[in-house]
C-alpha cells in the first residue's frame, strides 16, 4: 500500500485548499480572560481541591437530580420484591446520606467499547428490562463516569451526543438533519481502511492530514493522533452517519470540542454523570524501572496519570497535582490565550493512543499498519525533532510554576500514550480521588489479560494496587484485591461480579467488579472475547445482547442456574453499602447472605503455577522509543 499512498501524496500536496474541516480544527488565539490563570495546583495529598466548576455540577446534581435517580433506581428493585432490609429504601429514599458512586469503563478497543456499552445498559433505567430487572437506574444515580481508550470511545461520544440510550448510542438516530445529528459510532465502516480499495483508502489518509494542516500552519506540531482525530470525528463525535461518511464537505466533528459538552442539554441539566477521560504521560524523563516488569507496559507507573475531564486537564498524581483549563488548552501563558485545541475527537484519541507500542522495535514498526500513515504525515507535514507516535500538546506545566513537582516542566510539549500504557487499563485512579468522595465504584473490565486470548482476569486491578501501595499510598486508598492475575482465574473471580473492600476501612471505595472473563452461561458461542476492527450492524447487536446477557448472570448458588435470582437485589446491597456503614447500621438480611457470596474473602489460594498475562503483573520490560519527524525512520528512531 505504502507505494500507492506515496503517489497519492505527491499529487495531493499540490493541493492547500481549507476545508470546512481544516478550519473548524485549527486553533484560535485570542485575549485571554480576566483573571484568567493557566494552571491550578490542587494542594498537598490530604487537602486537594476540585476545580469549583466541576464542585458546582456535583452538588447541584446531587441536590436537584440525584434525589429521583436514586427513587427510581429503588422503585425498579422493590417492584421485584426482593427481601431486602428496610435499611436499602431508607438510603435510596434519602433518609440518609446517598450513595457516592463511579463507573470506570476499561480499554480494549471495540471489544472495550462495547463491553462497557452493554454493562450501561443493565443499568439504564431507560432499558424496560433493565427496570423489571431491577438493576435499572444506577447509571441515571452514578456521579462519575470515566473512560479509558476503548472506554474513551464510550464515554466521549455518550457525552457528546447528549446521554442517548445506548441503542441510540450504538446505531444512530433517524434525524433529517444528518449534518449535526448523531449518527452513531458506524462500527461496519474500517477505522484504518474504510474501503475496500488500497487507492481509495490513501485518498482517505490524505484528506484526513488536509483536514489538519490549519493546526500546523497555526504554529502547532501535529502527529499521529491528528490524523486519528480526524477519524474519530466521524466515528464518536456529531455530524456523521453511514450515508455522508465519505462527504468530505462535511465537518465530520470537527470544531466539537471537549470543554463544550457543558452546552449539551443533559450537561446543563446536571442529568449525566461527570465524564473524564484517561490517558498516561509519555515522557523522556520518567523513571523507566518503574515499568511493569515482563510486561509489554510502556510507560513506567511512576509517570503521572493524565486526567481530561470537560473543565481542565491535569493530575491529581502528587507528581504534578496540578491542571490546566481544557478549554484553552494549548496555552502556555496569560498573555495569548488559544482555543479549539481542545477537539473532543482529538482528547478521545489521546486516551486511545496505543500506536506507541508498536514504536518498541525498528521491525515492529516497520511491519506495523502504523509505519506508512507516520511516513505519510511525515511526508505530507515536516516537521523536525516530534515525536509522531504520540498526542502533543503545549507544556502549560513549566518549571517557573511547577517548581520542581513535574518531570516535564522544562520540555515544550507534553506527550500522552493511550491510558493503559502503564498496565492500568481501568480508568478508576480518578475515581479514588479523596476530593471526590465516592464510596462506590464499578470497575468495568474488557482488557486483554492473556496473550493468546481477549478474556480479562484481574490484571488492571492489580497493576493499580500495586501502583497505589508502592508509590502513593496516602494520595489514594484502594481495597485489598489479589495480588496476581493467577488468583483472580484460579479463584474465578473475573467470570462473574465480584465485590472487593466489603470488610476493610471504609476510606477505601467499594468495588464492584465486572469483567469480561469468559463466556456466557446460557451456552452460547463467545462473542466478546475478539478484538473487531470493525462489525457488521447485526454482529454488533449480536455482541451487545451477549454482554447484557452476561451483565444478568451474576453468581448464582447453583452451580446449573444461568442467571442468580438474587443478583439484581445484591447489587443493590452492594450500592448502599457504604452508606448503610456510615448510619453504623449492620448488614443483615438477604445483604449479608449476598455478600458472603459476591465479596472476596481477601484469601489466596497456594498455585502451582504462574499465569503469564498480558497487561499484568508479569511480562518483559522493553523500551519506549519515539518516531522522529523528517528522519528516516529506520535510522533516526528517538531513543527516550
Known sequence: MLATLLAVLTASSLVSAQSAANQAYTPVSGACPSGFEVVRLVGP???????????????????????????????????????????????????????????????????????????????????????????????????????????????????????????????????????????????QINQQDPYTN????????????????????????????????????????????????????????????????????????????????????????????????????????????????????????PTLAAFTPMKYLGTTNDSVCWTNYDQTAFVVGASGDWNTFYNTSESVLVNSYVYPIVTALNESIPQTDIVLDSSLFPNPFRASIMNGTFIDENETLIMMSDGASDGEAIPIQPLMVKARGLDTIFALDANQDFANAYWSAGGSLVNTQNRINTLFPTAYSMPPIPTNTSEFSAQNLSIRPTFFGCDTSTEAPLIIYIANGGPPRNGEAPLTNQQPSNLTLDQTQAFLDQVYAIAMQGYPTNASEVNDPEWPACLACAVVDRARNATGTERSGLCSSCFERYCWNGTEVALTTTTTTKSGAQSMGRSVMGVVASTLVAAALAYF
Open 45 to 187: 495529598v490530604g487537602n486537594q481541591t476540585l476545580n469549583q466548576q466541576e464542585v458546582e455540577y456535583i452538588s447541584t446534581r446531587k441536590a436537584n437530580v440525584l434525589p429521583d435517580a436514586w427513587k427510581t433506581y429503588l422503585a425498579n428493585i422493590q417492584a421485584t420484591n426482593a427481601s431486602l432490609p428496610d435499611y436499602v429504601a431508607s438510603i435510596l429514599s434519602g433518609e440518609s446520606r446517598y450513595p457516592n458512586v463511579g463507573i470506570a469503563s476499561s480499554g480494549g478497543g471495540w471489544r472495550a467499547t462495547l463491553w462497557g456499552a452493554g454493562i450501561l445498559n443493565f443499568l439504564d433505567a431507560r432499558n424496560e428490562t433493565s427496570a423489571a430487572l431491577g438493576t435499572g437506574g444506577i447509571l441515571q444515580a452514578a456521579q462519575y463516569l470515566s473512560g479509558l481508550s476503548g472506554g474513551a470511545n464510550l464515554v466521549g461520544s455518550f457525552a457528546q451526543a447528549n446521554f442517548p440510550t445506548i441503542q441510540t448510542l450504538a446505531f444512530g438516530t433517524n434525524s433529517t438533519d444528518p449534518t449535526s445529528a448523531w449518527g452513531g459510532w458506524l462500527p
Open 198 to 317: 488500497a487507492t481509495q483508502n490513501a485518498e482517505y489518509l490524505q484528506e484526513l492530514i488536509d483536514e489538519i494542516r490549519g493546526k500546523y500552519a497555526a504554529g502547532f506540531s501535529v502527529s499521529y493522533n491528528d490524523i486519528t482525530a480526524r477519524d474519530n470525528g466521524r466515528h464518536f463525535v456529531n455530524g456523521t452517519n453511514a450515508e455522508n461518511f465519505f462527504n468530505d464537505t462535511l465537518l465530520h466533528g470537527a470544531g466539537y470540542t471537549w470543554s463544550s459538552v457543558p452546552n449539551v442539554p443533559t450537561f446543563a441539566s446536571y442529568s449525566q454523570p461527570f465524564p473524564i477521560l484517561i490517558a498516561t504521560l509519555l515522557s523522556p524523563n520518567g523513571n523507566f524501572s518503574n515499568i511493569i516488569p515482563n510486561s509489554s507496559d510502556i510507560v513506567p507507573t511512576s509517570n503521572p496519570i493524565m486526567e481530561m475531564n470537560v473543565f481542565e486537564m491535569g493530575s491529581y498524581d
